[in-house]
């Protein structure tokens, strides 16, 4: 494993299906479509900004959860814009290869899973295209991922790419739900392991009563299903994540 510069943090959670809204993004937040390639493959990502602001910023690429870009990446997407950087919303599946239930969401996950340099190849390419954007300052950028795109984020890392810092939301570890029985003891302490030994300036936080999919609220409050939104772990995991980007961007 190459020595990524990174601080890992995440948490987590599952991203519901839902469709790209097709409706005016609001103030001066701009999202656009973008068309980009990896080898063969045609990928559709996003691009938002604020147009309002002038000169080079930070950019993030924001790497989805199991159901491919959806409207959760957008928004925080465009959170990220207001906070001034230039976010890139990333698609490992390919263009129009959007999965619409669980079943067919974990089989299209599970193809990247057990081929991790497939997996690898699809971030460095979203990471390329945010990259060579006149928009960004290439010495400040960042990933972050969401349930299966915590492995994207990190793999990011893992590659050497020249990341200030690698937020993985959901699924692989930082800032986490201490009741999560999906990701539990023994992935967190694999996970620490592995930072360390990388030498990594990593970060592993834990909220107590939160279980997985914490910072989703279609997944509901009942923590009995494994999977639910803590309000309190949702609010605190993102300033975790914005206080971790003003440090190091």
Known sequence: MKKPSVAAIALAAVVAPAAWSSGAVRAAVKVQTVDYKQGDT???GRLVYDD??????????V???YYGPSNE???DAERLAKMGY???VADVYGKGVRPSNPKDAGAEMGK??????????????AFDQLRNNPMVDTSHLAAIGY?????????????GAPLKIAVS???????HGADDPIVGPQAQEDFKKEMSAAHVNWHLVLYGGAVHAFSEKSSGTDNSKGAAYNANADKLSWEAMTQAFKDSL
């Open 42 to 44: 045609t990928l559709e």
């Open 52 to 61: 309002a602001k002038q000169g080079k910023r930070p950019g993030v690429v």
């Open 63 to 65: 790497f989805p959860a």
């Open 73 to 75: 990446e957008k928004e």
């Open 86 to 88: 230039v976010a890139f």
């Open 112 to 125: 990247y899973m057990k081929d991790r340099g497939l997996l690898r190849q699809r971030a460095v390419a």
């Open 147 to 159: 349930c299966f795109g915590g492995a994207g984020a990190l793999d990011l890392a893992r590659s």
């Open 169 to 175: 939301f959901h699924g692989v570890l930082a800032l």
